[in-house]
Every structure is written in C-alpha cells, then in structure tokens.
T-cell receptor, first 108, second 114 residues
Framework: DAKTTQPPSMDCAEGRAANLPCNHS???????VYWYRQIHSQGPQYIIH???NNETNEMASLIITEDRKSSTLILPHATLRDTAVYYC?????????FGGGTRLMVKP | EAGVTQSPTHLIKTRGQQATLRCSPI?????VYWYQQALGLGLQFLLW???????NRGNFPPRFSGRQFPNYSSELNVNALELEDSALYLC?????????????FGEGSWLTVV
C-alpha cells in the first residue's frame, strides 16, 4: 500500500469547516483512499472513501486531486464531538495499514 | 443492522495466563481482522481470517493465534501473557474482499495483564 503523510495535529473552531490534508504521492491507479477516525479509546469509525472522484456522505466530503497524489477530508461544520485522530489510508489489497493520523482538536 | 461486536469489553489476566477474545462480524460479512493498539500507540495488524482460513499474519509471536468459525465469528487467543500484551484489541469485518468494500471495526476488548 502507498504511504500517506498527514500533519500530526490540527485545531479547528467549533462550527467551522475542518479541512484535513493527506499526501499520497506514490498512490497507484487501483488504490482507494480511505478515511477513518478514532475517538479516544474507541474502535476506528469509517468516514468515507474514494478512488478518483470527489465523494460526499452525511459525515464528510472527500476531495481528491486530479493527479490523485493528495486528498482533503472536509468536515463541513465541526463540533466538539469531532475531536479525534483521523487516519488517511491508501488501500490496494484487503488490508488496512494505519499510520499516525492527524489529531484534530475542535475548540469552542 | 448490528455492527461488529466484541467480548469481553474488559479482561484482566495475570502474566503467564491465557486470554481469549471473541468477535462477531456484521451479518453477512465473511472476513475478520484483528488489530492490537497498545496505550498511546498506533494500530498494529495481527491476523486476518477469510472463509475460515488464516490469510495473513502480522509481525507477532506465535503465542498470538486465532480461528474463524463456520458462522464467521472469530476468536483471538493470546498464550503466555506478558505485561506488554496489555492493549486494546480490535476486530473488524468486511462483507466481500475488494478494495472498494469497507472494513468496519468493533469497539474493542481491553486486555490488562498484571
């Protein structure tokens, strides 16, 4: 699986959009970008995934650049409950390999 | 639809004992993964079972083992427990293999070795 690079931490004001970047410059054509989050000491929660096109669901939007070398997860209106570690994972096979993720702190 | 369920939620064992953790995948899911997350550390892949067979194994000693039953539920066994085995053990499942299919996680089982 391609390696991803995420900032170790970010802050966001409550009610504002949280934009979490992820670099995956070695991604291959058949590799999906997956986002999960882990709220303290809970199991990782699936957020969204995409291959080439931008995706949106009830939780977030995923913007993938045209060259697919980077992506951004957007939480449109962050709440305090969105405080968590967010993992960007590039998946080629049937495995998920977790990196360090981004610790997002949503502040009042 | 029930999610991935794990039991027990918490388990305390003494060094040298054996621990057994259980996982029920989402209904219809045939593949199960196990991960370990020591306190403050990242998720480390342990084992992957699909259709009753072990498909892949992470960099863990043989005293970590498991199995998948005909109903697709799974069991993780840790023998000769060591203090550093204290961690959150997470189970995940997927309906069908394929990179576009989502893997879902349970809430985990906390194992404390004293």
């Amino acid at each position: 699986d391609a390696k991803t690079t995420q900032p170790p931490s970010m802050d966001c004001a409550e009610g504002r959009a949280a934009n979490l970047p992820c670099n995956h410059s070695t991604i291959s054509g058949n590799e999906y970008v997956y986002w999960y989050r882990q709220i303290h000491s809970q199991g990782p929660q699936y957020i969204i995934h995409g291959l080439k096109n931008n995706e949106t669901n009830e939780m977030a939007s995923l913007i993938i650049t045209e060259d697919r070398k980077s992506s951004t997860l957007i939480l449109p209106h962050a709440t305090l409950r969105d405080t968590a570690v967010y993992y960007c994972i590039v998946r080629a096979g049937n495995m998920l390999t977790f990196g360090g993720g981004t610790r997002l702190m949503v502040k009042p | 639809e029930a999610g991935v369920t794990q039991s027990p939620t918490h388990l305390i064992k003494t060094r040298g004992q054996q621990a057994t953790l259980r996982c029920s995948p989402i209904s219809g899911h045939t593949s199960v993964y196990w991960y370990q997350q020591a306190l403050g550390l990242g998720l480390q892949f342990l084992l992957w079972y699909d259709e009753g067979e072990e498909r892949n194994r992470g960099n863990f000693p043989p005293r970590f083992s498991g199995r998948q039953f005909p109903n697709y539920s799974s069991e993780l066994n840790v023998n000769a427990l060591e203090l550093e085995d204290s961690a959150l053990y997470l189970c995940a499942s997927i309906r069908e293999l394929g990179t576009g299919n989502t893997i879902y996680f349970g809430e985990g089982s906390w194992l404390t070795v004293v």
